[in-house]
């Protein structure tokens, strides 16, 4: 994971990055706002109260997010990793974060996702998509809009295709 | 048939541009090889030994005259001049060039067809009975079902990356004609005792290196929950199902690890929350897809006279007799009958057909069969809704095309996967084999005295010949370098699914065939009365056979 990229995409806007992301083995906390390891989080929360910045958190793919959702929906960031962009365990996290959880803060992609995933990405609840690579970040935006409709279910659009045109 | 509507439209072409793009994005060196592998794998197109091959989509297998006009038309533009029919009911071609894959994604789209999820680790083309709609032990058309499946996984949003490839087949009739019990997820259409259509629902069934028959985990899963149902199993099956070894990845695995009681106790916790939300259907979307799959106008035919015609034709001529037998099927509309066009000639690919047969295949369907056009999972096609009146006539046109060999059912129609000619990733040819077998058999009095007889062939353990359920199989194996092949005996597709058991150690090219001779030999020596291989077999046992075939030369 690329811990502080300069920029990323938020709301199909690029924008500064201000939040540091914090790894799972690291040892000290940096200043400033930071995304902290979900189970930091947890065992910290009294510690990470008093921090000068922001807290969010980042969860890894393979975390059961039951076990934790209530507790981080207050949080103004979450991060979500893809350690390979062939993982989609992500997916499925981010729609759970929204529709069962209520999450209305920002959920970012970080780590292995590629460009070409942005539509279905946005369609399961993420927001923000901060790259590892340098990648053109206004050239990746348009893959937003891959696709103008879809057929299923999702965050961006709670009514099936068959309910809404047929 | 069903009819693209402009939504329907409007996201095959999209995802026509959305490919165009990412295509000159990897030749311009923007998206890496690595990166670029599942989306063009998403798309149908592999890499295979000698050239790229591409995966045309034949959703549950039909298909329109004009579609089978555009497949003839972009073999002869884009490739050599012949496709070939898979298992799974689809097309594939085997020579396009990977930069003119977007524009024949752009005519497939012009004739409302596609190649989205024909490979990589999705959702896959959902397959089923090739004579739904006519099949007299039907109890429910499974085609609008099928549609309604490929609306929803259709591109969608949280599945496109799941731990691996996925399938599902719905059965909709007595006989299993779908082998629905061999897929990811087989859904069994049934009525409840009020007379009200729901799925019987299996999962994690499958072939490849640990073939697996699908467990029961819910018995009647009234219609209107389908999609919200499968949402929630392909959840568990995406968050849970192992991405760590591509050989443990496949979602039965996942269900023999934690149990189908507790696989089904997950899925149920899960369906709790999508339960009766946006996602469940309605009867007018249920309605509205049914309405694409009306019986057409039949006309009521004297079928005593027809069935004497036809009696009397047969008589005169031998051949069209054989055919008869072998080719045609009833179907539940009297004066109507169901045809295959064998697509299993010796000398020829199992499963290969040129341009020219295919704009064959579409003049007889305008002319026979309402236009419509049927792919099998035998690799066969299937022309429905024909006239009795009318058999004797296409029989003519069929057989001139090299589309009537009678030997459907038979040793001769077997399932044969690409093999070390194409697959990279064969350990043994397995076209060269299925050649050896028809030149071997080619007295059709003995082959028909053998009755039904599936015989299937994989090039390697990934199974796409379906070695495991064919009565007789065979694999490729791949011994110190050599190709050998190692036979099984007992595996059957149907109801009573079952996988095949291995004879004995495997032999050299040479002498597959002669031990498949030695086999029949058993079973003709063994049999009582009409008796099949099969039957015989789960008599008998294996030993006899095995006996034979591994004698000592005397
Ligand atoms: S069974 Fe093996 S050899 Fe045959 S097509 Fe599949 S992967 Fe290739």
Redesign the pocket.
Known sequence: MHQHPKQYLKDAAVVDNSWQLVAAESESLPAGDILVPVNYWQANQQQLADHSGNVGVWIDSHEEIEEFAGSIAALPVIAINFPKFVDGRGFSVARLLRERYGYIGEIRAVGQFIRDQLFMMQRCGFNAFQFDSEIDLAAACKSLNDFSDAYQVAVDQPEPLFKRHR | MYIYDQYDQKIVDERVEQYRDQTKRYLDGQISDEEFLPLRLQNGLYVQRLAPMLRIAVPYGLMSSRQVRKIAAISRTYDKGYVHFTTRQNIQLNWPVLEEVPDILAELASVEMHAIQTSGNCIRNTTTDQFAGVASDEIEDPRPWCEIIRQWSTLHPEFAFLPRKFKIAVCGSEEDRAAFLLHDIGLQLVKNDRGETGFHVYVGGGLGRTPVIASSIREFLPKEHLLTYLDAILRVYNRYGNRDNKYKARIKILVRAWTPEVFAKRVEAEWEHLKDGPATLNGSEIERVKSFFTAPDYLSVDSAAVDAELQSQAAEHKAFSRWLDRNVRAQKQSGYASITLSLKPAGVAPGDVTDRQLDIIADLADRYSFGEIRTTHNQNIVLADVLKTELFELWQQAKEAGLATPNIGTINDMIC????D???????K?IPVAEAIQRKFDDLDYVYDLGDLELNI????????H?HIGHIGIL?VDKKGEEWYQIQLGGSANKDAALGKVLGRSLSRDAVVDSIEKLLDVYVENRLDQESFLNTYQRIGIEKFKERVYAPAS
């Open positions: 996967c690409p093999g070390g194409y697959c990279s990733l064969a350990n043994a397995s994989s090039g390697c353990m990934n199974a796409c010949g070695h490729g």
